[in-house]
């Protein structure tokens, strides 16, 4: 048995290997504060910590090689990747995910990737060291007080000051990261008291018992789509992050109501499905009469929550579905709005509309939105096929889509770029898409390409990357490379900041501070680093390329070349 820590149990009949599931009543667990911590996150179905080594955390990197099993540890060139893989972790597996931060730079790295899951809706834990309490205020190397910092945005920061505080702390991290709404939590624990020993009750990781919608309320959203004439659905984020995309797609297809999806919602109505109407997102909007939008806040996004009035129409009344009650618009007008489990409020409102004595009849509504979306697929589809020089970015899109499994997990780390992504890939599958989010932070890519690969080891990966974006971070390559994780990544590469250049030159005729170095050789770096890459100018080599890349094995950089003037065409700047 190890040293560092141990299991007993008042359960002779009890399997000691269990950690990580659910355990026996009367377990308990004994060791250094890192075992105690790494027990808790297995518990709670954790199996890989995204870390940056540092001395303030080796209790942790101990107790995860001395776990039964070990815990993986995959470790990063910045902590920002660590955070942002750990982030992804929690979107891709809907578990928490753990990021593992030394202290002061490396808690302070990784508060960007903390913001995006706060505002993305994202489950993870990010445990910080912490300087030595018996020299606090003396000024021992990194000494800062983190939870101060983090805590605007996070769930809960806090510090667990002694070791006897680790089991239940982290604990009760993990089981507030994943509960609705879901979100980052942070802790720290002081160097010196992560060293020492402690025991308690080893976590069952049980999770809390969904909460119940409000019948009445699902009663008056079934009225109000049994009284609509032109009804559309909204999809987002935390209808996957629920486990409501059954739910969601029974609503669609039992009530015939054309849908739109965003964020993690795409791939709930699959791509290509009659009532997917995404491409006729401005019609249906601005003709709609009732607007439900289920699991994604009445953002930029969503006009902030007015639809319809087009050509002086009636606005639509809008209901808001969320998944708790905080996530209820408190900005826009409401008709109707319920909280709770989304499967159970998504199944509540199709049992109280098929309870209405009126039948709605959308037939004429959705065949109009359908006949837009294939009047859109025509126009995308000279674009998709361009053979303009420099490339278009959607000629891009043209040679990938095909080439992409049902399963494939596709990841956009872009500004201008991934805005065409939005636009032409459209998920098979619920679960397979990563986008920066409503936060609009660059730099997660590789951090989200690393969890990805881990995640869904026999899935295709794809990285989206903007030539801007790839700045950030793609010296984590590298750690693709070390931890034999092969993933696709295809660069549109315009030697700008797209998204910036154009706005700017429309405000003020010029830009200034929006342009990159003129056809950088990416894929060199990538080569630099141990994987594999090249560069593409003519259109028609774009496929080839991609079919290499597939091929590989390894982590493969495709860069293209695109023109910086076929800019997005895009109806709102986020403000």
Not at 23 to 31: A, F, L
Not at 142 to 163: F, M, N
Not at 397 to 411: C, S, T
Request: charged share 20%; glycine share 12%.
């Amino acid at each position: 048995m190890s040293n560092v820590g141990h299991m007993t149990t008042t359960d002779p009949t009890s399997d000691a290997s269990a950690v990580g599931s659910t355990s026996p009543t009367g377990s308990e667990i004994e060791g250094h504060a890192g075992t105690l911590a790494v027990a808790a996150a297995r518990a709670h179905g954790v199996e890989t910590m995204f870390t940056l080594s540092g001395a303030h955390v080796f209790p942790m990197y101990d107790g995860a090689v001395k776990a039964d099993p070990p815990m993986r540890l995959v470790d990063v060139r910045h902590e920002q990747t660590a955070a942002f893989a750990a982030e992804a972790t929690g979107k891709l597996t809907r578990r928490p995910g753990l990021a593992v931060l030394t202290a002061g730079p490396g808690v302070t790295n990784g508060i960007s990737a903390i913001a995006q899951a706060t505002f993305a809706g994202s489950p993870m834990v990010v445990v910080g060291g912490r300087a030595p309490a018996n020299r606090w205020g003396s000024g021992s190397l990194q000494e800062l007080d983190h939870p101060p910092i983090v805590a605007p945005v996070a769930k809960d920061a806090r510090t667990l000051h002694l070791a006897s505080d680790v089991l239940g702390g982290m604990d009760a991290a993990f089981a507030t990261a994943g509960a609705s709404h879901r979100g980052p939590v942070f802790v720290d624990v002081p160097m010196d008291e992560f060293f020492n020993s402690a025991s308690g009750p080893l976590p069952t990781g049980a999770r809390p018992a969904p909460e119940q919608p409000d019948p009445d309320a699902l009663r008056t959203i079934g009225r109000l789509l049994a009284e609509a004439s032109r009804p559309v659905l909204v999809l987002g984020t935390d209808v996957w992050a629920d486990g409501a995309e059954e739910a969601a797609l029974r609503l669609v297809e039992e009530a015939g109501l054309p849908a739109i999806t965003n964020g993690m919602g795409r791939g709930v109505v699959p791509g290509g499905h009659p009532l997917l109407v995404t491409k006729a997102r401005s019609a249906a909007f601005g003709g709609a009469d009732l607007v439900v939008v289920v699991g994604t806040p009445l953002d930029f996004r969503l006009g902030y929550g007015v639809f319809g009035g087009k050509d002086g129409a009636t606005p639509a009344r809008v209901v808001h579905v969320a998944d708790s009650a905080a996530q209820v618009s408190g900005h826009a007008e409401l008709a109707a709005s319920a909280y709770g489990d989304l499967t159970l409020a998504l199944d509540g409102v199709l049992a109280a509309l098929q309870a209405q004595p009126r039948k709605p009849d959308h037939a004429a509504w959705v065949s109009d939105l359908q006949a837009k979306v294939g009047a859109a697929a025509e126009r995308d589809a000279q674009l998709l096929a361009a053979e303009a020089d420099p490339v278009h970015p959607a000629r891009i899109y043209g040679e990938l889509v095909p080439r992409l499994a049902d399963d494939a997990v596709v990841i956009g780390d872009g500004g201008d770029f991934v805005s065409f992504a939005g636009k032409y890939v459209e998920p098979k599958r619920p679960g397979g898409w990563l986008d920066p989010g409503p936060y609009g932070c660059l730099g997660a890519g590789l951090g989200a390409a690393i969890a990805a690969r881990i995640a869904r080891p026999s899935a295709q990966v794809v990285l989206l990357l903007g030539d801007g974006a790839a700045g950030f971070s793609l010296m984590d390559v590298d750690t693709l490379v070390r931890h034999d994780l092969p993933v696709v990544m295809v660069m549109g590469n315009n030697s700008a900041w797209g998204l910036e250049k154009g706005p700017m030159q429309m405000l003020y005729g010029y830009d200034v501070a929006a342009d990159l170095a003129p056809r950088t050789a990416y894929h060199e770096v990538v080569k630099a680093l141990g994987g594999a890459g090249e560069v593409v100018t003519d259109p028609r080599q774009i496929g080839p390329a991609l079919d290499r890349a597939f091929a590989a094995g390894v982590p493969y950089l495709v860069n293209i070349i695109t023109d910086v003037d076929a800019a997005y065409p895009r109806a709102t700047f986020g403000i």
